[in-house]
C-alpha cells in the first residue's frame, strides 16, 4: 500500500545493544514525526523533521537517541546502548505540511522494542 | 479498514459550553483507549484515558465515556476554553500492542 511503513514491526535486544528503527514516510510528504508510547502511558513525541531537517529535538529522552532523514524520506531512529526503559513501541507519522489539517498525518504501525 | 473513526472532521463550540467529540471503533478486542490533543506544528499530547473495565472517567473539565456494547467513546470538555482549540485523536488499544490512531476531530471554540 501506499502509507506509512515501518520496520522491524518487533525488535527484542539485549540491554546495551544499539538498535536501529526506521521509517517510510507517504512519498511527497514532507514533515515526519517519531513517537513513543509506552506501556500505559500516552504518547511521546520524540522529534519531527521539515524536509531533512529537525527542528525540534527537544522530546529525545537522552543521548543515547538520535535520528536522521536523508533525501526528505526515509528516516532511522537509533538507540545507542539500549535500557530496559527504552522498550515501548515507536510510532512514525507523516504529513503533508508541518501542522496540517487532522485528516492528514498518517501514522505507521510502529515497532515494537523490548530491551531484555 | 479504519478499526478508529472519527467521523466528524472539525466541530465549533460556544466558549463556556460543552464539547463533546466522539470516536466510534470496529474491533472488541480493544480493551484501551485514549485521547489526544494535538496543536499546530506540535506533537500529540497525552490526554485522558480509560480501561474497558470502565465506563468513565473524569479529570477536571475532561470526561471520557465508554459504552462498549455500542463500540463507542466520547470526550466532554466543560465548560470550553479558548485553549481547548486543538485537534483531539482518539486511539485504542489491545494490550501492549500498538496504538490506532482516529484521523482526529478539530475543535474550534469560538469566543
Known amino acids: 500500500g501506499a502509507g506509512v511503513s515501518q520496520s522491524p514491526s518487533n525488535k527484542v535486544t539485549e540491554k546495551g545493544k544499539d538498535v536501529e528503527l526506521r521509517c517510510d514516510p507517504i512519498?511527497?510528504?514532507?514533515?515526519l514525526y517519531w513517537y513513543r508510547q509506552s506501556l500505559g502511558q500516552g504518547l511521546e513525541f520524540l522529534i519531527y523533521?521539515?524536509?531533512?531537517?529537525?527542528?525540534?529535538k527537544s522530546g529525545l529522552p537522552s543521548d543515547r537517541f538520535s535520528a536522521e532523514r536523508t533525501g526528505g524520506s526515509v528516516s532511522t531512529l537509533t538507540i545507542q546502548r539500549t535500557q530496559q526503559e527504552d522498550s515501548a513501541v515507536y510510532l512514525c507519522a507523516s504529513s503533508l505540511m508541518l501542522g496540517g489539517l487532522p485528516d492528514e498525518q498518517f501514522f505507521g504501525p510502529g515497532t515494537r522494542l523490548t530491551v531484555l | 479498514d479504519q478499526q478508529v473513526k472519527q467521523n466528524s472532521p472539525s466541530l465549533s463550540v460556544q466558549e463556556g459550553r460543552i464539547s463533546i467529540l466522539n470516536c466510534d471503533y470496529t474491533n472488541s478486542m480493544f480493551d484501551y483507549f485514549l485521547w489526544y490533543k494535538k496543536y499546530p506544528a506540535e506533537g500529540p499530547t497525552f490526554l485522558i484515558s480509560?480501561?474497558?473495565?470502565?465506563d468513565k472517567n473524569e479529570d477536571g473539565r475532561f470526561t471520557v465515556f465508554l459504552n462498549k456494547s455500542a463500540k463507542h467513546l466520547s470526550l466532554h470538555i466543560v465548560p470550553s476554553q479558548p485553549g481547548d482549540s486543538a485537534v483531539y485523536f482518539c486511539a485504542a488499544s489491545r494490550g501492549d500492542d500498538k496504538i490506532i490512531f482516529g484521523k482526529g476531530t478539530r475543535l474550534h471554540i469560538l469566543p
Open positions: 523533521f521539515q524536509g531533512n531537517s529537525a527542528p525540534d
Open positions: 480509560i480501561s474497558s473495565i470502565k
Open positions: 512519498s511527497g510528504h514532507t514533515a
